[in-house]
């Protein structure tokens, strides 16, 4: 049975799809509206994923794939552990039509792609006439080293107020920050995303908010 695949990273290269997914055919190009591109992934590297973003497109090929093309990607996108299938509606020779895209874990860490894998993004993006500039965004937004919000750095402390009424808190380890919510560790590992207005920079901070302005910001607080 055919579908309809969504390519927004290295799959857009013609070469590795044809090496990849042999009965694979290029249907044409989309954009993936209310999506941005993003790099995110583990300790082998960062690798491209598309998150929801209000006004966004992620430039894409759309491909025609068999269900041993789909078994072979499956493979290839660590599927379900590391990337799941979802399906899209996108724009398709003036029509809309349904696709299926992989989408990486959102609580996967930001991270800034590998040279070789940045350039077939790169390579793919000068043939089919897409926005450089999304790259170069994606790239740019998710580098470990960037200043953040508030003057936040991948690495920082923080704390968060986990009981207002009893004035208890926790501390955390600033991960990234994905353009909505600041992605953040524990000491166990857990995985957070917290929105803005709730990180102080010490735990006296934090609990300084709770006395005398009724919990609103301070000058520690972002």
């Known amino acids: 049975m055919k579908k309809r695949y969504i390519a927004y990273g290295s799959n857009m290269d013609e070469g ?11 249907l044409g190009q989309t954009e993936v509206e209310g ?3 993003l790099f995110k992934g583990s300790l082998t590297g960062a690798y491209a994923t598309i998150e929801p ?12 794939i068999g269900e041993a093309d789909e078994a072979s990607l499956d493979r290839y996108e660590g599927f379900p552990s590391f990337y799941y299938k979802k399906d899209l509606t996108v724009s398709l020779g003036g029509q809309e039509v349904t696709a299926m895209a992989y989408i990486m874990d959102e609580r ?3 991270g800034e792609p590998g040279g070789a894998y940045y350039g ?4 793919a993006y000068e043939k089919f006439g897409f926005p ?5 965004t994606a790239c740019r937004e998710c580098r470990p080293d960037r200043a953040l919000p508030g003057g936040w750095r991948t690495g920082d402390t923080c704390f968060l107020l986990t009981h207002k009424k009893k004035g208890l808190t926790n501390q955390y380890t600033v991960q990234g920050y994905d353009g909505r919510y600041f992605e953040l560790t524990d000491r166990a590992q857990n995985f957070y995303r917290v929105s803005t207005g709730r990180m102080f920079r010490s735990r006296e901070a934090a609990l300084a908010s709770l006395r005398g ?7 520690d607080c972002i």
Not at 120 to 123: Q, S
Not at 213 to 219: E, K, M, S, V
């Open 120 to 123: 077939v993004l790169e390579r």
């Open 108 to 110: 996967r860490r930001l």
């Open 16 to 26: 590795q799809m044809a090496h990849r997914c042999p009965t694979a055919r290029l």
């Open 35 to 37: 999506y941005r591109l």
């Open 213 to 219: 302005n009724g919990g609103a910001q301070d000058a």
């Open 132 to 136: 450089m500039e999304t790259l170069e």
């Open 53 to 64: 973003q209000e006004g966004g497109r992620v430039p894409a090929l759309v491909w025609e």
